[in-house]
């Protein structure tokens, strides 16, 4: 008997295998509003913070289907067990089994990270923990704190904070954690002691910290277990001797990099150079250095903070050009100074090489007492009025270099605001017996300018702020030598405290505004900002 087939029953067998398969299998809903919240934890079995716990099985069950398989690098368990144990997501429901035998009378806490993901939008349950002990009770003993970068001030995320019992920093930490996007760090359910605490990057994952590799804070005695904001750990990047970064060769200059900020550095070079200057960046951690040599390499010695290095460089000599650039805005206050930059050291400027028009009809002349030369920068002095457009023409060879390079002619424009846009900042030391390193920031943390307050000079005005909210951060410069100094941990020796001083400074266009700093301000003072968010403590 034959039987005959349409096409549309073909489509409806067809369409009813495809809906058999697709109930067979879980799957995230389509359509409707996004998802955009995490999964929550339903139930636990057992019970978060069980005491006396006997088994090997613990059953997590959110609300949601969970991602599997489970990102375990996320996964940490303080004190670490030897095994790590297996995670497995079915359904709603994670399953934790332990391979390893669990310690008598031990609180462990087992930190899920980012792990715990939903199907549909792969919303993240962050910083879930579940904890239980294997004695009577849970520890209920904890340590919070903030890790901020030491020169900054920044919170610094993703930093391993451990606990040890005692300073043996060769093997792991009993506890650990890591620090939020504000740099916060908590450690709860933590057995009743003092630890000493250390924070570091831990780049490779070992939760060891490797010695000159990573950066590091720590505090300078142990810490009893409690409940505190105040211990801030300022990490800074030890390096128990001082070495070369990087080299960067360029036409007749080298540009060094150092590993640690510098002291004191000497450069000799052979075979000696006919024309030879070099530069330390403000940060104190890098050397421009510009020679001319009448060979095709050369030996560079440099005696440094507690060492010598000699480097053997090749001579490039590249058809790189003259360069002039200005980092002056575009509009200014009427009182600013004009600066100019050039690729290499300036020997030389000939004033009346260099045109200022205003509003493109009035001539400015300027003369060499208006023209300040300093290093490969130069400053142009000269009367400005408000509400005015200059046109700044830097003329052929009015520029010379070291080398006896002439510049190509470049110029640009400047248009100046009303002085009633701009204030000034004056700043005074109470004691003039300590001398201060100071710094102006705005919103952003970016630094305006910095200022140094010693005995003979307790007083700085940081002049044409333009109107806002600034921020001054100070630093008591022990040694007197006039920059921030680092810290090294093989000698237990901390960076240089830097602190805020004074916060949310209103800066009015016309106005000055005096700020007087206290010494007890600066021994006292907090090195975080008191507006930043505090750790989350959500389960």
């Known amino acids: 008997m034959r039987v005959l087939i349409t096409y549309s029953k073909i489509a409806v067998i067809f369409c009813s295998i495809v809906c058999l398969q697709n109930c067979a299998n879980e799957m995230a809903p389509t359509g409707g509003t996004r998802d955009t919240t995490p999964p929550t934890l339903i139930e636990s079995l057992p019970k978060n913070e069980q005491a006396r716990f006997k088994g090997n099985t613990i059953k997590l069950k959110f ?43 031990t609180t462990y806490t087992i930190h899920f990270g980012k792990a715990i993901q939903d199907v549909t939008e792969k919303n993240v349950y962050e910083n879930l923990s579940y904890t239980f002990s294997t004695g009577d009770s849970i520890d209920q003993d904890k340590i919070i704190g903030r890790v901020v970068d030491a020169e900054s001030l920044n919170g610094v995320e993703n930093i391993v904070v451990g606990l040890w019992a005692d300073s043996n920093f060769s093997t792991k930490p009993i506890y650990y954690t890591k620090t939020d996007k504000s740099g916060f760090w908590q450690l709860k359910h933590l057995k009743p002691g003092t630890y000493t605490v250390l924070a570091y990057d831990d780049k490779n994952g070992s939760k060891i910290y490797d010695f000159g590799d990573e950066r590091v804070g720590f505090q300078s005695s142990k810490l009893a277990t409690k409940d505190s904001l105040e ?18 060769l360029r036409d007749r200059k080298a540009i060094v990099a150092f590993n640690k900020s510098l002291q004191n550095i000497e450069i000799s070079s052979l075979p000696k150079p006919i024309v030879e200057f070099a530069v330390l960046n403000e940060n104190r951690d890098t050397v421009f250095y510009w020679f001319k040599v009448p060979s095709d390499s050369l030996t560079m010695t440099f005696k440094l903070n507690d060492t010598s290095i000699i480097k053997k460089i ?41 045109l200022i028009k205003e509003d493109s009809t009035k001539t400015i002349a300027l003369s060499d007492a208006n023209i300040v030369i300093k290093n490969n920068q130069a400053k142009l002095q000269f009367t400005k009025n408000e509400t005015s457009r200059y046109w700044i023409d830097i ?115 016309g106005w000055d505004v005096e700020a007087e700093i ?22």
């Open 63 to 105: 609300d949601e289907l969970i991602v599997s398989p489970i990102n375990m690098a996320e996964i940490f368990i303080t004190p670490e067990l030897k095994k790590q144990p297996s995670l497995d997501a079915i359904g709603k429901t994670v399953t934790i089994k332990f391979k390893d035998s669990l310690a008598e009378n």
């Open 231 to 248: 211990n801030i750990i300022a990490l800074f990047i030890d390096n128990k001797k001082t070495g070369i970064s990087s080299i960067e």
């Open 314 to 354: 090749k001579v490039v000599e590249s058809k790189d050009e003259f360069n002039l650039s200005s980092n002056t805005k575009s509009k200014i206050s009427p009182k600013a100074t004009l600066s100019i930059t050039a690729n290499n050291p300036i020997k030389k400027i000939l004033a009346k090489k260099i």
């Open 395 to 509: 003329t052929d060879s009015a520029v010379i270099d070291i080398f006896g390079n002439h510049n190509k002619g470049w110029g640009f424009w400047i248009q100046t605001g009303k002085e009633t846009d701009y204030g000034n900042l004056i700043v005074k030391k109470e004691d003039k017996e300590y001398f201060l390193i100071l710094e102006v920031v705005d919103a952003d943390r970016k630094v305006i300018e910095r200022a140094f307050l010693s005995n003979t000079n307790p007083t700085h005005t940081f002049e044409q702020l333009t109107k806002g909210n600034y921020t001054i951060l100070g630093v008591i410069d022990a040694n007197k030598n006039g920059y921030w100094d680092g810290g090294d941990f093989s000698q237990k020796t901390q960076p240089d405290k830097k602190v805020i001083l004074k916060e949310n400074i209103e800066i009015k266009g």
């Open 518 to 539: 206290k010494l007890n301000e600066i021994k006292n003072g907090d090195n975080t900002s008191n507006k930043r968010t505090k750790p989350d403590t959500r389960r």
